[in-house]
């Protein structure tokens, strides 16, 4: 009897993928280089940190890997598929059903409930069940008793985690967050990040955009960009730099490195 080999599961392509990624502006008759020529692979559940100076670049890379703009060189892959160069409507259909945004003002309708702001974005997406997902949603982030309440009737933190909620609603296969904790006090700051943990500790892919270090270092890997370049690319420890042929993630609940080496 021939022993039939084992079937081999085939891998799931990286939730992003890019390859030499460029953008240029043109800022009268000069041009902006934003981006120059960004490699890098994000993995299901990693939580990455993206930091640099005023005009690094993160800020353009962010708008990018949101769905935001598209490159003007370079290949963007998002769960396998290139979106580098898809339409403006196309583009929006992914950010609806794909991408969660989580932004520092919060950007939430001041005459709607915290409900209503939840699934407002999935009304625009066709989803179906859109009350049921959002009080699911305010649950996963313990305001489910603030249901009913507008935003000014929220404190700070309560603003965020509807913010929050409104994101996860949308069942992304990454969240984005651009300088969550940038509008709150270091409590209310930790209050946030501790929800990103366990958010990443359920299976969330998270990538936060921030300048503050203490925030970065509860990520697992930080990225550092400085014009437009990656600089450094640090996970449990190991450090990458441009010259480095390969990119090697943190595996999902690694812990955060205790020393300072590497750290941005």
Known sequence: MIATPPIRAVPSPPVIELVDLHKVYRVGVELVHA??????????NEYVAIMGPSGSGKSTLMNILGCLDVPTGGDYRLRGQDVSRLSQ?????IRGRQIGFVFQSFELLPRTTALKNVEL???YSGVRHRRRRALEALKRVNL???AHHHPNQLSGGQKQRVALAR???????IILADEPTGNLDSATGEEIMAVFDSLHAE????????HEDHIARRCRRIIRLIDGRIVLDTARGDVWSPTTPTLTAAPAGAPVPSSTEGTP
């Not at 409507?89 to 259909?93: P, R, T």
């Open 203 to 210: 299976g969330q892919t998270l990538i936060i955009v921030t």
């Open 121 to 123: 974005p999935m009304t």
């Open 167 to 173: 994101a996860l609603a949308q069942q992304p296969d």
């Open 144 to 146: 489910l008793d603030r």
């Open 35 to 44: 981006l120059q020529g960004i490699t890098l692979t994000i993995q299901e």
């Open 89 to 93: 409507s196309k583009l929006a259909l």
